[in-house]
């Protein structure tokens, strides 16, 4: 009878061995163990922080230089006492007229540049220089800047160099990399042959959309 | 008188020695040593998907949980990701018991800003002889849900089974 019972138990042992499983379990980021996995994602921040405007002899534009500290998504600017021809010109006196402001990406991602649409009125034509700045606009735009009065000689250096450096203009696909600058430039000519009411008022826009670069 | 009842008592006892019987013990005893089953991760490839600009940065880092010696997490980090932005992370896991393993399952558990996803040929259902190993391709893609500034976990389990389960 011992035999017997000392077999049994034997016998039940292998069977609970038989019937047993082993398990492992592997972790891909185990939050448990305090190693989760995580992804962060960054931010795109394109902002103006500078502005710089040149008017002419009987039109002023204000304000004539300004820093954004903290930067900003929208701007304004006056034009006042303009006329029929004014703006016909950047550089030459009484007409010039050339407006830059100047915009950063202080995101973590790049930005692309996807529209840049201007609401103003029919007797007023926009120009802007995207991509390379041809050399006389760069050159009058460098020269404006020197000879403006009021603008702390450290900015003027700031924006000089940012045109200098990059030579190009914001313009629709273009891709400005985190800590970058990109400098809208632009001029209103006032068209000669268009109906202009005087003493009028109006508010014109430029709304630029910026992307995520891949977008 | 007392004699007779010693005679008796002796006799008796003749008696109760021819009626006992005797006994023999046999006994079986057997040594069962078990194998182990077990698996790690012994490497853990990053790339992205990134060709011209290179913004997110993503690693992964192989660690061992329960100090057996093996690594048996490995933590995957994406930083600076925006929408459509890929990581591939490429495992190999290495049976480094000795019996035979089956990979069961996969167990993606991500949210819904995230797409974590295996990529082909998946290593479930796969079989491993000890000492052989299998890559488990993850592909985490940052989809169009995700905000801005923000972060996101997600987790992934292997189930190991011994290979007869």
Not at chain 1, 12 to 27: D, R
Not at chain 1, 93 to 109: D, E, R
Not at chain 2, 69 to 97: K, Q, R, W
């Amino acid at each position: 009878m011992t035999a017997i019972f000392l077999v049994s138990i034997v016998a039940l042992l292998g069977l609970s061995f038989s019937y047993a499983q082993f398990g492992e379990t592997m972790y891909i980021g185990n939050p448990a163990a305090g190693a989760g996995n995580t992804v962060s994602t960054g931010d795109i921040d394109p902002s103006i922080f500078m502005w710089f405007g040149m008017g002419g002899r009987y039109t002023k534009i204000e304000p004539l230089f300004a820093y954004y500290d903290p930067p900003v998504q929208s701007i304004s600017f006056s034009v006042d006492n303009a006329y029929p021809g004014y703006g016909s010109s950047t550089a030459t006196q009484p007409h010039k007229m050339l407006c830059v402001a100047f915009v950063k990406n202080f995101g973590s991602v790049p930005v692309k540049v996807k529209s840049i649409d201007w609401d103003v009125p029919d007797y007023v034509q926009v120009y802007y220089w995207g991509g390379d700045i041809p050399e006389d606009v760069l050159n009058d735009t460098i020269q404006a800047i020197n000879e403006s009065e009021g603008i702390p000689q450290a900015r003027k250096n700031e924006m000089i160099s940012i045109l200098v450096e990059q030579r190009n203009g914001m313009h629709v696909g273009h891709i400005i990399l985190p800590g970058m600058v990109d400098p809208l430039i632009f001029n209103w000519h006032f068209k000669e042959d268009a109906e202009i009411p005087e003493e009028a008022n109006f508010t014109g826009t430029c709304t630029v959309i910026c992307t995520q670069f891949n977008a | 008188m007392a004699a007779i009842f010693g005679v008796l008592i002796i006799g008796l006892a003749v008696m109760g020695a021819s009626y006992a019987m005797w006994t023999e013990t046999l006994s079986v005893s057997g040594t069962v040593g078990t194998g182990e089953l077990d698996a790690e991760f012994t490497q853990a490839l990053s790339s992205d998907n990134e060709v011209e600009y290179d913004v997110g940065e993503n690693m992964c880092v192989l660690s061992d949980s329960d100090s057996d010696g093996d690594y048996d997490v490995a933590t995957i980090t994406l930083m600076n990701g925006y929408p459509s932005f890929e990581c591939y992370t490429n495992l190999t896991i290495h049976n480094c018991g000795s019996i035979p393993l089956h990979i069961a399952d996969v167990v993606i558990n991500a949210p819904e800003e995230l797409n974590v996803t295996i990529d082909d040929p998946s290593p479930v259902c796969t079989i491993l002889e000890p000492c052989e190993t299998v890559w488990l391709n993850l592909t985490t893609h940052v989809n169009d849900l995700a905000e801005e500034n923000a972060t996101y976990e997600f987790s992934a389990t292997v189930e190991i089974e011994q290979f007869n389960a």
